[in-house]
């Protein structure tokens, strides 16, 4: 199975601040990495799909990048509605997700 | 608007099989694979498996031995089993669509709590 390492597993931040969560697969992916946001008592939401590729409806500030093994979602402006867990998903083989950023406010 | 439920008991007793169904509306089970995905409380996502809706079925490895899914067309809903449950098995359990020809997660049920105990 692949396994993925997501970090940080929670994140301060303020409304206007630029974050950063990270995922480092154990294998490449061949682009095949996601992001969702899960607000609690909620079901994820899939944000970005293909690495980099938004959602529709998903507001720009996200975005998603890689560098080899290591996936990145970037929130430029971090908004209220932000205050969430992103998880990242593999999808090359067997679907597997990262453990989780819960990103709080300061 | 493709909506999914996910209903059954949310107390399971321990050494049982708990047993869940999806109900589906907005779309038909046809083309796609249908999933289960579950959360234990304030921890992270797993995948269970999936289900095409003609049949076929892949599951996690580290509950393969224990774990059925199986389809309904007729009804159009999907149900998961899984046998010899622990405490280990508490946790919330989503059903989901797969966006068709990748194991992307598109659309979710609300989730269930499912709770192991005597």
């Known amino acids: 199975d692949i396994q993925m390492t997501q970090s940080p597993s929670s994140l301060s931040a303020s409304v206007g601040d630029r974050v950063t969560i990270t995922c480092r697969a154990s294998q490449g992916l061949n682009n095949a990495l996601a992001w969702y946001q899960q607000k609690p008592g909620k079901a994820p939401k899939l944000l970005i799909h293909?690495?980099?590729i938004l959602e529709s409806g998903v507001p720009s500030r996200f975005s998603g990048s890689a560098s080899g093994t290591e996936f990145t979602l970037t929130i430029a402006s971090l908004q209220p509605e932000d205050f969430a867990t992103y998880y990242c998903?593999?999808?090359?083989?067997?679907?597997?997700f990262g453990q989780g950023t819960k990103l709080e406010i300061k | 608007q493709v909506e999914l439920q996910e209903s059954g008991p949310g107390l399971v007793k321990p050494s049982e099989t708990l047993s869940l169904t999806c109900s589906v509306s907005?779309?038909?089970?046809?083309?796609?694979?249908w999933s289960w995905i579950r959360q234990p409380p304030g921890r992270g996502l797993e995948f269970i498996g999936h289900?095409?809706?003609?049949?076929?079925?892949s599951y996690n490895s580290s509950l393969k031995s224990r774990v059925i899914i199986s389809v309904d067309t007729s009804n159009n809903r999907f149900s998961i089993e899984l046998t010899s449950v622990t405490a280990a098995d508490t946790a919330v359990y989503f059903c989901?669509?797969?966006?068709?020809?990748?194991?992307?997660?598109?659309?979710w049920g609300q989730g269930t709590l499912v709770t192991v105990s005597s």
């Open positions: 998903q593999q999808y090359h083989g067997g679907p597997t």
């Open positions: 989901a669509r797969l966006r068709a020809g990748t194991t992307l997660f598109e659309y």
């Open positions: 907005g779309a038909s089970l046809t083309n796609y694979y």
């Open positions: 289900i095409y809706y003609s049949g076929g079925a």
């Open positions: 293909a690495t980099s």
